[in-house]
């Protein structure tokens, strides 16, 4: 299971903050982008229940990350329109 994690973080930590996630374990893709969030991250777990603690316990008190919006990726195979 993976999800995007968009994460906005204060401008005077924006560097040091993305260092930090980019060192996380589940991070298996990382990358600052434009907009609303300054970075996003893609991380991959075994549950749902893990990801929510990825996302709480590791990065949501990275010094800096002010906000965090999971989006949970569907896969090719488990999506199947009828």
Do not use: H, W
Not at 58 to 74: S, Y
Request: proline share 6%; net charge negative; with cysteine.
């Amino acid at each position: 299971m993976k999800a995007i994690v968009l994460i906005k973080l204060s401008s005077l930590e924006t560097r040091a903050a993305f260092r930090r996630l980019r060192c996380l374990k589940p991070v298996i893709e990382s990358c600052m982008v434009y907009g609303r969030y300054d970075a996003m991250a893609v991380i991959e777990a075994n549950s749902l229940e893990e990801i929510r603690k990825i996302i709480f316990l590791e990065i949501q008190p990275i010094p800096g990350v002010i906000e965090t919006m999971p989006c949970l990726m569907v896969e090719e195979d488990e999506f199947n329109p009828a």
